[in-house]
């Protein structure tokens, strides 16, 4: 009898959303979550010791005092700004500063402008050859920069750009990296908005100027940070292109630090290196919303 009864106040089958199994599951997911939770903060810590650690010991070591040494302890004892100063006494820190900016705003602006303008005309059809051009464009990013940068040289000897600023600027005008992300934030675009333009009566150019260009900023940033690290990072070109110390970039400014005797200390290429990264962080932390939107956009449709 109780049996019976029994049965008869227990459902047949009981619905799968009930707050019961709800509450089941939310349980077993709770048991589950903090495992894989603490795992990734573990490689998001561990990414940031490998990524951030080299940057923070330059940061420490520039801020030793002459009496500390180097390599025995992390943290300095007695933290100063002396080595910063001393960094600008030892070469012409603003000038080399003064033209490295020069190269890396004739980057920015090119690649900005050329790669938007390549990037756009590969994106839209109506021509031929279209697919044959990006396909070679592709191809050459295969090629390292050691393989053609004789060929570079000889072509800018001959235009009598060597040991000048547009000489260093000049084979960095436009990547065809940027190329492609400009192509492929272009194709993110509804083909409707540029049909609605067309009908509107828009031209070729206005829709490039109002339509694409403006739905693009995000991949506009990605270039322009791209392109200014691209340039003020730059060592190897400027260091076959240039002679003249007064046309120095500060790359090459910062290798007279570790190779003049007199001045050869830790502390000091430290100090330099900091103050060449530090435009860049400014750069990219001004730009990092549109960057990271950029790369979005991207990732949409390629």
């Known amino acids: 009898m109780s049996t019976s009864v029994a049965a008869q106040e227990r459902p047949e089958s009981e619905p799968e959303n009930t707050p019961v199994r709800q509450a089941g599951r939310t349980r077993r997911h709770h048991r589950r979550a903090p495992v894989g939770l603490w795992g990734r903060y573990l490689a ?34 007695d933290p100063t700004l002396d080595n910063y100063v001393r960094v600008a006494e030892a070469f012409p820190l603003l000038q080399y500063v003064g033209n490295t900016l020069i190269v890396a705003a004739l980057a920015v602006a090119s690649n900005c402008l050329f790669a938007a ?44 750009l060597v040991d000048t600023l547009i000489g260093v600027w000049l084979p960095g005008a436009v990547s065809v990296l940027n190329l492609m992300i ?16 067309v009908l509107d009566g828009a031209n070729e150019w206005q829709r490039f100027t109002k339509v694409f260009l403006p739905s693009a900023k995000g991949a506009l940033a990605v270039v322009c940070i791209t392109s200014f690290m691209g340039a003020w990072d730059d060592f190897l070109w400027p260091l076959i292109v240039l002679t003249d110390s007064e046309n120095y970039t500060l790359q090459l400014g910062l290798k007279t630090l570790a190779g003049a005797t007199t001045v050869n200390d830790q502390r000091l290429i430290a100090a330099g290196a900091i103050t060449a990264l530090l435009p860049m962080m400014l750069l990219f932390l001004a730009l990092q919303r549109y960057f990271f939107k950029g790369v979005g956009e991207g990732a949409v449709k390629t």
């Open 44 to 77: 998001l810590c561990l990414t940031l010791v490998v990524m951030i650690g080299p940057i923070a010991w330059q940061l420490l070591t520039s801020l030793k005092g002459r009496g500390e040494s180097v390599y025995e302890g992390v943290l300095p004892s």
């Open 117 to 160: 303008m390549g990037g756009y005309a590969l994106s839209r059809g109506g021509w031929k050859g279209r697919q044959a051009v990006f396909t070679v464009l592709v191809a050459t990013l295969m090629f390292p920069f050691e393989s053609v940068m004789i060929s570079m040289f000889l072509t800018v000897r001959e235009m009598g």
């Open 182 to 197: 400009m192509r492929a934030s272009f194709l993110s675009v509804p083909r409707e908005v540029e049909e609605a333009a």
